[in-house]
């Protein structure tokens, strides 16, 4: 194994977590969040030699991560599909999640870039310059992208909550 491919692996396996973490806040399902790593660092190896050595590379693999989310929203018509029927679910979740997943499904319905810019900003905290940077806008755009996404997802949450909802789609 050369060295650089060396230092590949390491940066990969130490950034592994927080990459699987990110792509699961974004994806809502550890299935598809695997998915979106294993492009993201598929992609980096492909560009490694070239920015190994750059100071930026945790927010440039964000980035990657982020962009192949937004990018696959907007060609998700014609992705390819391994099933005819969606697998069974491994049962039902433990007690005491329901808010959660309330939560999860009603962020799936908030639109790609307002999703991404919810995510990046509450769930892994991250500055406004820094989510603008990796979703390549303004800071103005993402401070509306998160007002636009904060009421769509209070909405959905207020409809889905009221005594009158029987069920979450």
Known sequence: MKKSDADYVAYVQGRLPALRRLAYHLAGDSHHADDLVQETIAKLYAVWGRISGS???DAYTRTMLVRAFLDEKRRGWWRVRLFDAV????????????ERLLLVAALKRVPPKQQATLVLRFLHDLPIAEVATILGCSEGTVKSQTTHGLATLRRLLTKWSSPSATAVR
């Open 55 to 57: 100071d930026g590379l």
């Open 87 to 98: 697998p069974e679910s491994a049962g039902q979740p433990p007690p005491g999640v329901e």
